[in-house]
């Protein structure tokens, strides 16, 4: 873990505007496993093609519900790690908005205020016709209770557009910052892919956490080589230092 540098532990501190872009590395340390990490992603045992996209779920509902179920329960299980509670913690000293491509829900669990959820939620189900959210009943899938089509996880699958709001929300938030944090993310995915690079564009530090370098690496002001768990509450500390130095 390298040492954290005074100079970006001031401008952490000095940050009024925080934007968080998280992936499944920010839960790694929960035990939800990632999607590329070779040895452990979740990808590794399945083609992406086979569960994740709409034409998977026509072709064979009952395949797709299940492994979403299986996720579902796997995450239901996990608890917010250190890296989902100092974001949750760093809310109360600047305003801090979570852009997660994440669907695990932990941010909130985690307690942090504003998380917009870039593709959805497994934990919500909705009605593949369009009765928006509803309860889980019997069946694999189970049918929408108002017009019987099947539930499906309310999750964006590969080739769906993104919920307008959370995406408008996303570049809002980004726009704003006074810093940009990539936690956690391959950096690989459009359009999350492309934020820190707008974040950059618009003058704003951008810094990366990360074990391994990403395509965001040579661009980030700073990046950093460690955990979300390991690292981000070492940043708050050091930002945390900093500001008490300041008003002594
Ligand atoms: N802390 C921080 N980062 C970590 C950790 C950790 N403990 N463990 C792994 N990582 C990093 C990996 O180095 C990798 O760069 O997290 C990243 C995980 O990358 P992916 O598995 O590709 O996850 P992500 O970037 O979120 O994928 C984006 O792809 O499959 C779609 O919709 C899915 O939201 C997902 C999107």
């Known amino acids: 873990m390298q040492a954290l540098s005074p ?135 189970p049918p929408c209770p108002r017009c019987g089509a099947p539930l499906r996880p309310d999750v964006v699958w590969f080739g769906e557009m993104l919920p307008e709001a959370a995406l408008n929300g996303a570049l809002a938030a980004v726009e704003a910052a006074d810093i940009v944090l990539s936690i956690g993310t391959a950096n690989q995915v459009q359009p999350a892919a492309s934020l820190p690079h707008l974040a950059r564009r618009n003058g704003c530090l951008v810094v990366e956490v990360n074990p391994e370098e990403t395509p965001l690496t040579p661009e980030a002001d700073w990046s950093l080589r460690g955990t979300a768990a390991g690292l981000l509450p070492l940043l708050l500390e050091a930002a945390t230092e900093q500001r008490v130095q300041r008003d002594e």
């Open 7 to 141: 100079a970006l532990a001031a401008q952490i501190a000095e940050a009024r505007r925080v934007t968080a872009l998280t992936g499944a590395g920010m839960s790694a340390e929960s035990g939800v496993p990632t999607f590329r990490d070779a040895q452990t992603g979740l990808w590794a045992r399945y083609d992406p093609a086979e569960l994740a996209t709409p034409e998977a779920f026509e072709r064979d509902p009952s395949r797709v519900w299940q492994w979403y179920a299986w996720r579902r329960e796997l995450v239901t299980r996990a608890e917010p790690n250190a890296g989902h509670r100092a974001l949750a913690r760093w809310a109360r000293h600047a305003r801090v908005t979570v852009v997660t491509q994440n669907v695990d829900g932990l941010h909130q669990q985690a307690g942090s205020p504003e998380v917009l959820e870039l593709h959805g939620n497994l934990r919500r189900s909705i009605c593949s016709a369009g009765c928006g959210e509803q309860p889980v009943g019997e069946g694999e899938p």
